[in-house]
């Protein structure tokens, strides 16, 4: 049962070929095969095969919902009321959540069946999926590679066809890194389209949930169903959600910059940049402008961004006390120790380095020369970068430098573990949607993601446009 | 900059957490790399430029100040690792005339 896209699996449903309790069966197999790959935490069989009898009923009168045989995974920081939620944190080992997130909400609504909870870095710090307290996750495509992170569990999900469509959240590239590593598509929105109420906050000005599927088609449906303004979250926009028609085979010439610095960067692999010149040649060839444009702050974007999402994330993390809610201590004698204690054996050790740099960078005396510079400086990306997208439509990059590396590669300086974000984390600074493609394939046997930013609030143009790309590649 | 260890140690104060000595070690190094690769910021000519503060340029929507309960007690009180029947339970706090 391989289907590309949502709408096929829908026409043999309504055909009576197939139904969505074979459809839940046939992913459970699947999952249970695929094991070792580590990519669910918890597979909710149970819930998922009575959801998927009655929406069978639905189909069955006709009045089921958009998403009806769609089978989702969600990244284990996104809450599903009565299912547990642990952030791939010990410290959330065993927290139940008592409500859903909006995102779950609205797809539930809309008949979608989710199998289960993903597997992902501790809290979404990560870029490798190695620093979850519950194990790595292989990538399906070589079990010997890392899937990248934060949300390997969701990538490796879609690329091994565990789940048709998975749920991710993207802080500086958490969602398009593993795409690209996993050869699927990844969408981050604009910042502040999609609700974040129920996603376990890392970063509260940079998180955005996003889909990871195998066709654009998929990602732009399931992101329409959560998009848009929400009660609970006021930094979610109220600005209206455009449909993406993918009927429409337009031909209208876009115009394209690249980033001159972004494809000399030494740390690039070399065949990857020469596939990106390709594309860059073959776009041009097709009668789009593509041009290199100049960006001098292309080194200051990673340090600005981990300046700025520790700060936000040793704050958002205070709230593991050992008291209300998580693991406490047994060791735990007084107060003091219970917050200590507690946290200590909670949080893995990337958690603790961040929150230490965080708690550093706000700290009265080096506030201004670090916290308070890189705000400044996030203005300035912010806005040379909205005016690049004032000219070109859109801004194209390779995903990631490299393809998926070898799992277990003991990396001994996180700066360079920090430089894996290097082509991601503008989106995330500027708040601007982007997606990766799976274009590329390295002659080393994986693939590598195009990614495209586009203007804020235009996911349209960008998912539209990536169709294209994709069914002409 | 470089830290001092004492400066790690009170930052993992300020975070409630706690290191062994060669976990302070490594912290300290972790941190002097980190520290050394952002502070290329320095590099950036920032006069007069304010700090991005909010990402949203949404106003406010108003709603009615309606009173609703969406979590019970009951519930409230599922996920505490120590709790009675009403109350959350910590570690006793104030110890008296033990002096």
Known sequence: MAFNTLTEVQEQLREGKLTCSALV???????????????????????????????DQKIKRGSSGKLAGMIIGIKDNICFKGHKVSAS?????????????????????EDAIII?????????????NEF????????????????????????????????????????????????????????????GRVSRHGLIAFASSFDQIGPFATSVEDAALIYEVMAGADEYDSTASQREVEKTDFSATSDKPMRIAFLKDALTDPSLDAEIRERTQELISQLQEKGHTVEGVSFPWMD??????????????????????????????????????????????GFGDEVKRRILLGTFVLSSGYYDAYYGKAQKARRVVKEETEKILADYDL??????????????????????????????VQANIC????????????????????????????????????AQLMNNN | M??????????????????????????????????????????????????????????????????KQETSKDDALKNAPSKDTDYFKVPKIINRGEE
């Open chain 1, 116 to 128: 289960g909870r993903l597997n992902c870095d501790e809290f979404a710090m990560g870029s490798a």
């Open chain 1, 395 to 424: 801004i194209l990059s390779p995903t990631s430098p490299h393809t998926a590396f070898e799992l277990g590669k003991k990396q001994l300086d996180p700066t360079v573990m920090y430089l894996e974000d290097i082509f991601t």
């Open chain 1, 25 to 55: 069966e046939e992913h459970l197999k699947r999952i249970e095969e695929n094991q070792h790959l580590n990519a669910f935490l918890e597979v909710f069989a149970h819930d998922a095969r009575s959801r998927a009898t009655v929406i």
């Open chain 1, 300 to 345: 200051y974007m990673v340090p600005v961004y981990y300046i700025l999402t520790t700060a936000e994330a040793s704050s958002n993390l205070a709230r593991y006390d050992g008291i209300h809610y998580g693991q406490r201590s047994e060791k735990a004698t007084d107060l003091e120790s219970t917050y200590k204690l507690s946290r200590t054996e």
């Open chain 1, 132 to 191: 979850s307290a519950f194990g790595p996750v292989k990538n399906p495509l070589d079990n010997t590679k890392v899937t990248g992170g934060s949300s390997g569990g969701s990538a490796a999900a879609v690329a091994a066809g565990l789940c048709h469509v998975a749920l991710g959240s993207d802080t500086g590239g958490s969602i398009r890194q593993p795409a690209s590593f996993c050869g699927v598509v990844g969408l981050k929105p604009t910042y």
């Open chain 2, 2 to 67: 470089k830290l001092t260890k004492e400066q790690v140690e009170k930052l993992a104060h300020l975070a409630r957490l706690e290191f062994t000595e060669e976990q302070k070690e490594s912290m300290l190094n972790d941190m002097d790399n980190i520290l050394g690769f952002v502070e290329k910021i320095n590099g950036l000519n920032l006069e007069g430029i304010d700090p991005l503060i909010y990402m949203s340029d949404e106003v406010n929507v108003l709603r009615k100040d309606e009173v």
């Open chain 1, 431 to 466: 708040g601007n949607p982007a997606v990766s493609l799976p274009l590329g394939k390295h002659s080393n046997g994986m693939p590598f993601g195009i990614h495209l930013m586009g203007r804020a609030w235009d996911e349209k143009t960008l998912l539209e446009f990536s």
């Open chain 1, 89 to 109: 944190s010990r410290i959330l080992e065993d927290f139940t959540s008592l409500y859903s997130s909006t995102v779950v909400d609205r797809l539930l609504n």
